[in-house]
């Protein structure tokens, strides 16, 4: 039964009345006596910092908020010149990876998705997650600025991809695994009496000559750790060198570092993470990012050979039996949605959706197709209660388990294979023969500009915009006209008073302002972006040879943007919590140690520094950069004054120049406009 | 990329999840979901219902939805319960209550008098689902303004034990799923390994100035308030109360944290029993694993080796609580969002069973026992109706196993002495089960 109008007048009404009920709410005065709901536009000063630190982690400039105050349109032109700023590709980085749900795993989530040792444990591991992580939000950020639209990146083929990630999407095809786990090693089934070496004390072996078939060398490895391996078994220590029937996960793994399974004298020698040096791979392996091309062997022709890293270097293709496209076939969604012979695929279905549509199968949906193939009669036959929900979710995630196996590889199951099921999903009924068809269903569903509208919306104010505010359906209009193009939404939400709080739209009057706090990303770019670091807060693994710092140990456990399986809402901590508010003051406790009377450190060659000996340079940068408030803001003289007296006092109380310098660092980094959004 | 007004409005009305779709569902006022405690301004806080009763809570929680159900007392007496052939499972006889009843050999090797106090309760969650972890915590859908069970208690909880702050706090939250919210709002999951960098106050120079710096921080703050609109207001007024709460930690008892290598079960409970020694939060949630989402899992041998390491957990616990000398202060429960098949044919994994899950209530109010039981139902097994005076399974009980969750989730709070009326205004349906308690 499709919704009547009655229906969606009463969605209007409805509004009006949540409207009416949180007024209600908050009709009282404040403490300063103001009506709590009464309207208060931002200043440029405010908002203008707001903008700026959403899309690069700066502070405003005067001459940026002089603009501004002149001309109010000119932050439309702001926005169009910080998109073009590296620190917007990285924010937007973060985002994306979030938002296209590639994050939330580490290496223990690819077991699943690579029985039953996983990527392995060398220490190259890691830095392939993270490629992984970030691959897809590094595909989208490719597309975008070479102006494909936004839904161009849900049917994409092409993918960013190192050589290590190269080589992680070739072994995987390499050894597919069936819905029964069974999996079928090509490369061992191919090299059957093949044995794999290691060894040190025979010197090193090039890497050409380990893959050359026709050399004496062909799948022996240089490790420099063979030989100084000890284990509990003595029968095992130094051994050197060590050999292994050949398996494909053994190959990949040492590629990585790891001194795989071996036998010993007594019996099997357990596998060894390594040292660093003992990868195969190269440090720019995990670096050197390029679009790569997925597709599938033409007649007769050779798959990508995993282990060929000279050749994975220079490649601009990858040539695989399993269908790649779009964000829901990336090993970094797989291992974030794993699947099993029990929930066949519906995970995998409904996450895809809920990232392209905002909206997930909830049984609100009264998309009623006429056929339901593909559905699980069992569990939820016609007239059940189960039937809402699975005579759209089952035929919908049929073309995925119809394209692979409940561990993501190709399907074998030729029943299954051949059952592509039906794509039925709010109001949207159409066949497909392809997981390339539900790429491209998902890319023109009705759904998805309000729904990444949202996703922007819950980034910039960590909040739903109203979805029936006229001025949210003003920019959708212009994304849509604009072909959408992820940079036209970018750039009409963000000069929107949805975001700049300077006109009160419906959404303000439904859900009235929030100011959450900066949040781990926000706030990590911050510190980045306005101090000079680089990863101050270590969360790009891939730079490699840094201890964990107390500084990263306390960021772990900061509020950051989150997604929970099933839900359409990301998860955002706003408050400032006592957490919140304890770790940030340690956070910047060890910030100025790094700033106030040092020297930049070999990791961090480019931080700012200040000198205790020149207390009012440095205040004056605390409040620009760190307050933002640049000489203009109205605010700028007093918080001069309050941090100035600060300095004062604790000199006269008796502390060092720089222990009062750094205090009153400390100080200005706690202030609300550096950890709160919308200050 | 196409929209219209129409797609535009389904969405709205049919599951996205916005706020003010959210705010029609629930009654709950729009703002009050998007400020949270701000917008109960108005709201009188709670008062302590009965200080000799208060507790600190330990709650278990699982989005995997773990087979803890399918090897507690209550599921040895049916021969066609499947069960681990692994002996370290070995159905094994214990006494709960003065009881004799059986099962797997690690629930029966916990101290007799932590079983002694030890209640199992065979509950319905009535969804197989893995997002519904969060509507299973909120008892889906039946507790007041939509919050969540452990959050329901810190508000009754923090006014008795006057600890630093009243929300609880998530240690082992797994994925946001488990992360907890309180009046609407998400609240941060904070891993062990985090929590000692995090709570130690500055040291040197800097800690001299503490106080100073706080006196400048409150003349910034009344800077920004100058102009400041009303949310610019409320923000305000957040950060002075957590400072306020940040000084009111005890620094003492941080080197206890020291010992905390990474973010396991042992470092969760490493990190609850301090964080309840410095009277930080009433409530804290920890993830222990009794196998998961154990779908696949030849022989079960998942299933048994994560019982040995969980149930260890929960006495490891115990006994940490017991040297704190804590054991009386200190309540134990645990709720997965669902349990797990447990009928013939799950030799080798098992499936999501909306119909039983098991959780558990360990402390000082509680009394050794089972509540509730399972029969046969769908196809596999499903909790029963109950008699809330004795806890014995049958068809005359006077809670339905639909109202099993709730009713745990009202014995929880009349556990630690929350008065019957707030209990009712807390959470509708269901009744509270004096069979559970001392």
């Known amino acids: ?112 998705l690579v029985p039953t040792n996983g990527l392995g444990v060398g220490k190259g591991v890691p830095l392939l997650v993270q490629n992984a992580r970030e691959s897809f939000a590094r595909t989208v950020l490719e597309l975008t600025a070479a102006g494909q639209p936004l839904n161009a990146a849900f049917t994409t083929h092409q993918f960013m991809m190192t050589p290590a990630l190269m080589e992680l999407y070739a072994f995987m095809d390499t050894r597919p695994v069936n819905d029964t786990a069974a999996v079928t090693d090509t490369f061992a089934k191919a090299n059957p009496s093949m044995m794999i070496t290691m060894e040190t004390a025979a010197g090193p072996i090039a890497f050409a000559d380990s893959i050359n078939p026709k050399s004496a060398n062909y799948m022996h490895w240089y490790s420099p750790d063979v030989a100084g391996l000890t284990y509990p078994d003595p029968t095992c220590s130094n051994l050197d060198p060590i050999a292994f029937k050949v398996n494909a996960q053994a190959l990949h793994a040492l590629l990585y570092g790891e001194i795989p399974n071996h036998p010993g004298p007594s019996g ?412 | 990329m196409k929209f219209s007004r129409r797609s535009v409005l389904m969405s709205t009305l049919f599951g996205a999840g916005y706020v003010g779709l959210r705010a029609l569902a629930t009654g709950i006022p729009a703002a009050v979901l998007l400020k949270g405690r701000n917008a109960f301004a108005d709201t009188p806080a709670p008062v302590c219902p009965d200080k000799s009763k208060a507790q600190f809570i330990v709650l278990a929680t699982s989005g995997s939805g773990d087979p803890i159900n399918a090897n507690v007392p209550g599921m040895y007496d049916d021969a066609n319960i499947t069960h681990s052939l692994d002996p370290s499972m070995a159905r094994t006889p214990m006494k709960l209550g003065g009881t004799s009843t059986a099962a797997a050999l690690p629930w029966a090797q916990l101290p007799q008098n932590v079983l002694d106090r030890t209640t199992f309760w065979h509950l319905m ?125 005890r620094q003492d008892l941080l080197s206890s944290l020291s010992s905390i290598k990474d973010n396991s079960v042992a470092s969760q409970i490493t990190a609850a029993v301090t964080l309840i020694q410095m009277n930080v939060t009433p409530v804290l949630t920890i993830h222990i694993p009794f196998g998961g989402d154990n779908h696949t899992d030849a022989l079960l041998a998942g299933e048994a080796a994560q019982h040995v390491t969980g149930v260890a957990a929960i006495g490891s616990l115990m006994s940490q609580l017991a040297a704190a000398g804590l054991q009386d202060q200190v309540t134990f429960m645990s709720l997965n969002v669902f349990g797990r098949t447990v009928g013939p044919g799950n030799t080798d994994g098992r499936q999501h069973n909306p119909n039983h899950q098991v959780s558990i209530a360990i402390g000082k109010p509680f009394k050794g026992g089972i509540i509730g039981g399972v029969a046969p139902l769908a196809g596999d097994y499903g909790a029963v109706a109950f008699n809330s005076t004795t806890g014995a399974p049958g068809a005359g009980g006077d809670v339905a196993a639909g109202d099993s969750l709730v009713s745990f989730g009202k014995t929880m709070l009349a556990a630690v002495g929350v008065d019957a009326a707030t209990i009712d205004s807390s959470i509708a349906m269901g009744k509270v089960v004096p069979a559970a308690l001392a």
């Open chain 1, 268 to 679: 099997n020698c357990g596998n060894r993470s390594g040292s660093v040096v003992t990868g195969q791979i190269d440090p720019t392996d995990f670096t050197a990012w390029k679009m790569v091309t997925v597709r599938s062997p033409k007649a007769g022709e050779a798959r990508t050979t995993f282990y060929d890293l000279p050749s994975l270097r220079t490649a601009t293709e990858l040539v695989l039996d399993t269908p790649h496209v779009g964000f829901f076939s990336t090993p970094a969604f797989f291992a974030n949605w794993p699947t099993n012979a029990s929930n066949q695929m519906r995970v995998t279905a409904n996450q895809s959706l809920i990232v392209a549509t905002g909206t997930a199968v909830d049984g609100q949906d009264t998309t009623a197709p006429q056929t339901t193939p593909g559905l699980d009669a069992v569990h939820a036959a016609p007239g059940t209660a189960c039937f809402g929900c699975h005579q759209q979710l089952d035929p919908t995630r049929s073309i995925l388990s119809s394209t692979y196996s409940w561990f993501y590889y190709p399907q074998t199951d030729q029943t299954l294979v051949k059952q592509p099921g039906l794509f039925a999903f709010q109001d949207v009924i159409a066949p497909m023969t392809t997981i390339d068809s539900f790429a491209q269903l998902l890319a023109t569903h009705p759904l998805v500009g309000q729904a990444w509208a949202q996703k922007l919306c819950y980034y910039v104010n960590s909040a739903p915009c109203n979805p029936i505010d006229p001025e949210f359906l003003r920019i959708l209009d212009v994304f849509n006209k604009a072909g959408g193009t992820w940079s036209s939404l970018v750039h009409e939400l963000l000069a929107s008073p949805l975001t700049t709080n300077v006109s009160e739209t419906a959404t303000t009057k439904t859900n009235g302002e929030v100011i959450a706090v900066s949040r781990r990303d926000h706030l990590c770019a911050a510190l980045n972006n306005r101090l000079g670091f680089v990863d101050i807060c270590q969360l790009d693994s891939t730079m490699q040879g840094r201890a964990v710092s107390s500084l990263a140990q306390i960021i772990s456990g900061m509020p950051s943007d989150g997604y929970g399986r099933g839900a359409t809402i990301p998860v955002l901590p706003n408050q400032p919590t006592l957490f919140y508010r304890a770790g940030l003051e340690n956070v910047c406790a060890q910030v100025s140690a790094m700033v106030i009377d040092t020297k930049p450190s070999a990791q961090q060659p480019g931080s700012k520094q200040w000198s205790s000996a020149q207390p009012d340079a440095a205040i004056a940068d605390f409040v620009a950069l760190l307050m933002a408030m640049p000489p203009s803001d109205p605010r700028a003289a007093q918080a001069t004054t309050i941090l100035r007296s600060h300095f004062d006092a604790s000199v006269q109380a008796g502390a060092t120049s720089k222990d009062a310098l750094a205090s009153t660092f400390v100080a200005a980094c706690l202030s609300p406009s550096f950890i709160g959004i919308g200050m």
């Open chain 2, 125 to 249: 969650t009535n969804t197989p689902v893995h997002p519904k972890e969060p509507d299973v915590l909120k008892l889906m859908g039946s507790t007041a303004a939509n919050e969540m069970l452990p959050s329901l208690l810190a508000k009754q909880l923090a006014p008795c034990l006057g600890t630093v702050q009243t929300q609880p706090l998530a240690l082992g939250a797994t994925s946001p799923s488990e992360g907890l919210s309180f009046a609407g709002q998400a609240l941060p999951i904070v891993p062990p390994l985090a929590l000692k960098d995090t709570l130690t106050s500055p040291s040197g120079g800097l800690a001299n100035l503490q106080q100073l710096r706080d006196q400048t921080l409150s003349q910034l703050s009344d800077l920004y308030r100058g102009g400041a609109n009303a949310a610019q207001k409320a923000y305000l007024d957040s950060l002075i109360n957590s400072q306020s709460e940040v000084r009111n930690i």
């Open chain 1, 1 to 112: 039964m499709k919704p009547s109008l009655f229906v969606r007048a009463a969605t209007g009404v409805a509004f009006m009345t949540v409207a009416a009920l949180a007024g209600c709410g908050n009709d009282k005065a404040d403490d300063d006596g103001a009506p709590a709901d009464t309207f208060a536009p931002d200043p440029p000063s405010v908002y203008v910092a707001k903008v700026k630190n959403i899309l690069v982690g700066q502070a405003p400039t005067d001459d940026e908020i002089a603009q501004v105050t002149a001309d109010p349109t000119a932050i439309g032109t702001l926005i169009d010149g910080w998109m073009q700023l590296p620190e917007y590709q990285q924010k937007m980085m973060v985002f994306f990876e979030l938002a296209f749900q590639q994050t939330q795993i580490s290496e223990a989530d690819f077991v699943d």
